[in-house]
């Protein structure tokens, strides 16, 4: 889908994204959310389940909330690895910096099935990159590789 | 738009409901989610902010996760309680075991404005309720009552 | 919400408006789309229901594509309707020339009840007007005004 | 995703859903959607440019109101094939019966490009059948093949 599929990112900048994204944007420590991998096409964190993220105390189900917000903050991810992808000739700095002008502009999720697992996995692609608008798909998965939601979401970029 | 306008709940059941949102909800909890009212027309909440909710470290926003999860919850009370008021010659505690059943089927939420504000305050209305499936629609506001974000859901009623 | 309230268009401004939504976006004109009202808070059209537009043989419903494509069309109105009232210190072909930089990002569409009726209307306005981007919120209604439909939508308005 | 994709289904079936989809649903056959092929498994389907169905008379743009609604109708589609898979058991009729059950509850439409083009290709799949709920994903290309727009709806279906 997008051009920018043969760019390598410095091992720093993959590292100090990582850092944001997991330290930085405090909620997502407050859900838990760990990246795997992160690249110029796409990302793939990881979701460990916790009590604190249960929907109702009948069930050990993971609330729906848990899920919208684990697919915005994903999205954004993708987003900004491809907007760095694109920006490679800019210091690491420089395209980091972006990171604090990325907004949501919107997102659907449509929740396909209950979630009961132990550990939750989040992919994320962009759809396309524009200059001022990113529009993302996302995927919510349970351990076994089901797939239990999807989502979209469009993100203003500049 | 609906017409069980007229219904006046029993405080138990109001209060029980409260319960089960602010506590039963786990997710919720970990939110700070806390009901400020709920009639058969809708439900209002509100949230003080903590920095575990925020967005990006370098600004105090509230992250949009927040929002997406707050609403998606609040489209479910005001579902619940729609439902309850229909169902006023069941006893509360059959009315209360619908909560389980309850399911949402897709959210979508507009990001309207970034969101900087000591506490929040979110409103649900139920558009339609059907036998099956139920319609809503949120919003979220920062404290002076300015319109940060919108929502609508469907869920799955039966 | 919006600051312009306060503005008046000019007639002609209205005038070449409503001709470029009727006829100058050729689908709204197969689709039959008439403009009731359009300011700087907002737009009403509506539609004499026929037979092109059924959804299904069996019954006289419209179909939810009509709905659809209505709404956004909706949106794009006020939207554009919005932007004008921003920009009165243009001339009014300037204004008019923003139409053709419109375009929708996406949209949502919750069907609350089938639709049956001699005579639809549409309203649209606007919740955030932005540098970049807008956002709407739509509703269809039959004749007697019993709500059908409602959506949302974003727009880049560069 | 589904399980039944070994469904094989009879030439009678398959031709009578075409028939319905094209020539029933009214507003298909104003649009000039034709079924290139439809299984167990998804649909597919492709629409001839003309220019009714030109969103601004300044470009040749398809208008996004042909988009939504084609998606609309293609997810209908995808979900009444894979409730004739499931139910293999009942009459032909029984099982065409059914399409004048379905309802969309609600459809989401990302616009990724805009589209200019002499043909149009829609696909659609059904990411889950439930008893009550259906959710599928759609997508909207050009001649060549490129991606347009994508979307996403719930029907109910019982």
């Given at each position: 889908m997008l051009k920018n599929k043969d760019v390598v990112f410095e091992p720093e900048f993959v590292q100090a994204l990582i850092q944001i994204f997991e330290e930085g944007i405090v909620f997502n420590k407050t859900l838990g959310l760990k990246v795997s991998t992160v690249g110029p096409l796409g990302a793939v964190a990881r979701l460990e389940m916790r009590?604190?993220?249960?929907?109702h105390y009948g069930h050990s189900r993971i609330h729906g909330g848990v899920i919208s917000a684990s697919l915005d903050s994903m999205g954004g991810l993708a987003v900004l690895a491809a907007i760095g992808a694109r920006h490679m000739d800019e210091s690491i700095e420089a395209r980091l910096q972006r990171f604090s002008k990325l907004g949501t502009i919107d997102l659907r999720v449509d929740y396909l099935r209950p979630g009961i697992s132990e550990r939750y996995e989040m992919r994320a692609e962009v759809m396309r990159l524009g200059s001022r608008v990113a529009t993302t798909r996302m995927e919510f998965l349970d351990?076994?590789?089901?797939?239990?939601s999807t989502g979209s979401a469009a993100y203003i970029v500049s």
């Open positions: 009590p604190e993220l249960i929907g351990a076994h590789g089901k797939l239990l």
